[in-house]
């Protein structure tokens, strides 16, 4: 290549070098390796913050007051000054596991045994909340929730966890459950275990996310509003 434009260097006289020299080095620019883009990425004035390392993974973090939210999984070039971010969960909902009992007796209504999967001392923190045909049926406890009983028509059910303001950082969170949708309306006795994860509280899921890079930082779209964050200096060590 050095070759080419010293070729074109010495018959500069000729304008018709001239004509395709100009385009020829502008290709080469647009050639050229993009910018880093391994680093820190904070500034004082966001509770956001990313690290994105040289091994395409990043962390990602947000602390404002009570308010915590986390994330962690890969990145990846999605154009000259853009990237796409993948968490490693995609998908936030907790998993049910049902056995549909056989009803017996003469009672019509329907009985849900329902293990919420929270355990521990602090099980009574926890609430839980049972939408009925997409509708919230009650709000329990964990550590007293078992049974419920629901006289009319079951079209679908589902849970929402959450907790009390004694768990502040999960009591700004919540997590849905896929629904179960019985065959019967009526004369339904099942059995649901809730596959919960603690660690699903405050993730932050990046689904094909772009972010756009600037030789200052990321600027990234978070809910209703873009949130810039300053890429910050490297220090030796």
């Known amino acids: 290549m ?6 074109i260097w010495t018959t500069k006289r000729d304008t018709s070098a001239w004509c395709w020299c100009v ?3 502008l290709w080469l620019a647009g050639c050229s390796p993009g910018q880093p883009v391994a680093g820190t990425y904070a500034s004082g004035g966001s509770p956001h913050s990313f690290i994105l390392r040289p091994d ?3 962390s990602y973090r947000y602390q404002f007051q009570f308010g ?3 994330s962690s999984g890969t990145w990846r070039r999605g154009g000259k000054r853009a990237l796409v971010l993948n968490s490693y969960i995609s998908d936030r909902t907790l998993p049910l596991k049902v056995v549909e009992l056989p009803a017996g007796g003469g009672d019509l209504g329907n009985i849900f045994s329902v293990n919420t999967g929270v355990t521990g001392p602090g099980k009574g923190y926890y609430r839980c909340m049972v939408y009925v045909n997409d509708t ?5 406890s964990c550590d007293t929730f078992s049974n419920v009983r ?3 028509p079951v079209k679908s059910i589902f849970f929402k966890l959450s907790a009390d303001a004694r768990m502040p950082s999960i009591f700004l969170d919540t997590l849905s459950t896929e629904k179960f949708r019985p065959v019967n309306g009526m004369g339904n006795k099942v059995k649901i275990d809730i596959g919960y994860n603690d660690s699903l509280f405050n993730y932050r899921v990046f689904n094909n996310e772009e972010v756009r890079m600037s030789k200052k930082g990321l600027t ?3 809910r209703t509003s873009s949130i810039f964050v ?3 200096p490297l220090t030796s060590r």
């Open 2 to 7: 050095r070759e080419i434009l010293s070729n």
């Open 23 to 25: 385009p020829l080095m």
């Open 56 to 58: 395409s993974t990043f």
């Open 68 to 70: 915590y939210r986390y």
């Open 136 to 140: 919230l049926f009650v709000t329990a």
């Open 150 to 152: 629901v006289s009319f």
């Open 220 to 222: 990234f779209h978070d």
């Open 230 to 232: 300053l890429r910050e």
